[in-house]
Each structure stands twice: as structure tokens, then as C-alpha cells.
């Protein structure tokens, strides 16, 4: 795998209604998974692109937040939990990076 895909795996399963990518990012004893679909995006190029920007992003704040890793992954999952239950209600708002 080349280091560009490293941490993102494309999902293109008949038996599934997902098609995207996910990334996912395991430090410090947590995992942190993100979806992102072509639907949403609109493609698998712009999807991909999403999903890349948004792994830039978690490694970059992780570099700014290496003396309290522990910390910074559990406000993200915190941070992408709540994103999930914002969902379930019905709000169809979308974050496109880690905050």
C-alpha cells in the first residue's frame, strides 16, 4: 500500500449500501474510524479526497498534541461520537475536518 492510502481503505461491497472510503487511525490503545461516502460526496474522487484531507488533518493536530496524545484522541472520538448521534437525529449538518 502506498503511503497516500496509508490509514484509508476503499469499501466497494455488493452486499452493503456503502460505497467510500474509511479511515481509521488506532494510537494510544483507541481507534478513531471515519466513513466517507461517494453518495455524500457526490464521487469515489471527491469522497477519497475528503477522506484524505481529513486523515492530514488528525495526524497534524496529533504531531501539535504529542505531549497529551491520550487527551487529543479522546476529545476526537468525543468530537465524532457526537457527530454520529447528530446524525441519528436527523441533522444532516456535516463537519468535514477534525476540529
Do not use: P
Not at 15 to 41: A, E, K, M, N, P
Not at 67 to 90: F, P, T, V
Amino acid at each position: 500500500m502506498s503511503k497516500k492510502n496509508k490509514n484509508i481503505t476503499r469499501y466497494t461491497y455488493e452486499s452493503t449500501d456503502f460505497l467510500g472510503w474509511r479511515v481509521s487511525i488506532q494510537r494510544c490503545g483507541r481507534i478513531i474510524t471515519r466513513y466517507f461516502s461517494d453518495l455524500q460526496y457526490g464521487s469515489e474522487e471527491e469522497s477519497y479526497r475528503h477522506a484524505v484531507d481529513y486523515r492530514d488533518s488528525v495526524f497534524s493536530q496529533m504531531a501539535n498534541h504529542r505531549q497529551n496524545l491520550s487527551a487529543y484522541m479522546d476529545e476526537e472520538l468525543a468530537h465524532l461520537q457526537d457527530l454520529l448521534r447528530r446524525k441519528e437525529k436527523g441533522d444532516d449538518t456535516t463537519e468535514e475536518m477534525a476540529h
